[in-house]
């Protein structure tokens, strides 16, 4: 009689125990071992900005991060409304201009259903106070808001291992394949042999699928962000998760200026800055992040340190919420830094499915998104790895075949935003 299917995933941050669970709901007769160098859910998952949304420009997206926030609902449903916490908590985009679209000018399909504008200066002035009092536009996410995604994940790899997941710790040295499966070597001299592999190792995608003779069209860039308490009590607690649309050159001093200027290691702080910057409450004080390193980076578990990068988000958080610059120059401790890579396609759509290698799938590129839809995209990822054939309208546009799709290109070149909202 013919033994279990067994299925390796290699990764164990969010899409990766998000595809082991969906796939052992589904499959109840096969084995699932989940492998990772380090502790799951520990690298680029712990560092999230935890958040959710379900508005995106482009109709795929909306799709796919709106069917993630229905299966979060139904865990919650079935697991107990504690088992993690999402909060409709809100989600702002503020701009100085009235005029600035903020989200482009994609697809505009439904938009009041999604989102709220409000340009009239007197009721920003009075719904949020906090807010320079030029501000023109906050536009408001309806369903948004923050999520723990160390407990969306710890439930998942609960319940995975109740049905039966295997978590081995170990680094993959080598994937070579044996008549019709796969023999995966480890760091401590464990060999695995398996049926599929499912490549969701985040920023080190191309480590994998290297092995394999694959490389994937993505770039990993290094994106930090830091907490610091509050002492002057200038954010509410009740403050939603609050992005900064406008570009802007920081308002540093003549001296410094002049300094920046002589000393090359230090001109690009006199650079024009991106929209982006974001900012909300926590339980500790406040949550701050900036993505305007955009270089691609080699990613590695070490993540070096970045000189200024905390009295430059304060500076330019305090272009839209003025008190803050009471911090530029005092920074409350303790101060929690830490950083973790956006891996991305350059549309920033993610890669989930079949590969061009039989057996081998891969879900990744999740940048920006990836704790609000590692729920759809491990069930997409299962979809594929159990051959259903229905699969959502928007699985084509995630499918790493999509390069090779006319319309889907056609699609990708009409796009006036790189996706990153």
């Known amino acids: 009689m013919q033994g279990k299917e067994t299925i390796v995933i290699c990764g164990a941050g969010i899409a990766g125990v998000a595809t082991a669970y969906y796939i052992l709901k589904e499959k109840k007769n096969c084995n699932v071992i ?4 380090n502790q799951p859910l520990s690298f680029t998952t712990s560092k999230s900005g935890e958040n959710f949304r379900d508005y995106w420009p482009e109709k795929n997206m909306r799709q796919f991060v709106s069917d993630s926030i229905q299966l979060m609902q139904e865990l919650k449903l079935q697991y107990g409304t504690d088992a993690f ?7 702002n985009f503020i701009s100085h201009d009235i ?5 482009g000018l994609g697809d505009q399909e439904n938009l009041t259903d999604y989102l709220v504008e409000i340009t009239n200066k007197e009721a920003i002035g009075k719904d949020f106070s906090y807010l320079d009092k030029k501000i023109e536009k906050v536009v408001r996410i309806k369903n948004a808001g923050k999520i723990d995604v160390y407990d969306l994940g710890t439930l998942l790899l609960k319940e995975s291992k109740n049905m039966g997941l295997n978590v081995v710790e170990g680094e993959v040295k080598s994937i070579a394949k044996t008549n019709d499966r796969f023999n995966i070597e480890l760091d401590f001299g464990q060999s695995i042999e398996t049926d599929k592999v499912v490549i969701a190792t985040g920023p080190f995608l191309n480590s994998i699928a290297n092995m394999f003779g694959l490389e994937f069209p993505i770039t990993n860039t290094l994106q930090r962000k830091f907490i610091i308490p509050d002492p002057k009590k200038i954010i509410p607690k009740t403050m939603p998760f609050t992005i900064y649309a406008d570009k802007q050159y920081l308002d540093w001093s003549t001296e410094e200026v002049e300094f920046f200027k002589s000393d090359e290691k230090y001109s690009w702080l006199l650079k024009e800055f991106p929209g982006g910057l974001h900012i909300k409450p926590e339980t500790e004080g406040i949550k701050l992040g900036w993505a305007f390193q955009t270089e691609n980076s080699t990613p590695s578990f070490d993540i070096p340190s970045f000189e200024f990068f905390t ?9 839209f919420i003025p008190e803050l610059a009471a911090y530029e120059n005092d920074i409350p401790t303790p101060l929690i830094d830490y950083a973790g890579y956006y891996t991305r396609t350059k549309e920033n759509w993610p890669l989930i499915g079949q590969t061009d290698v039989d057996n081998v799938y891969v879900i990744g590129a999740l940048a920006v998104y990836g704790t609000m839809s590692a729920c759809a995209a491990g069930k997409l990822c ?3 790895i159990l051959g259903k054939e229905a699969l959502p309208e928007y699985a084509a546009y995630f499918h790493p ?3 090779r799709n006319e319309k889907i290109v056609k699609a990708i070149s009409e796009l006036n935003s790189d996706g990153q909202l």
């Open 382 to 384: 299962t979809s594929y």
């Open 401 to 403: 075949s999509r390069y």
């Open 85 to 91: 916490e999402m909060k409709n908590s809100g989600y």
């Open 311 to 319: 009295q430059v988000v304060l500076k330019g958080a305090s272009k």
């Open 99 to 103: 005029n600035n679209p903020i989200f």
């Open 34 to 37: 989940l492998i990772d160098k």
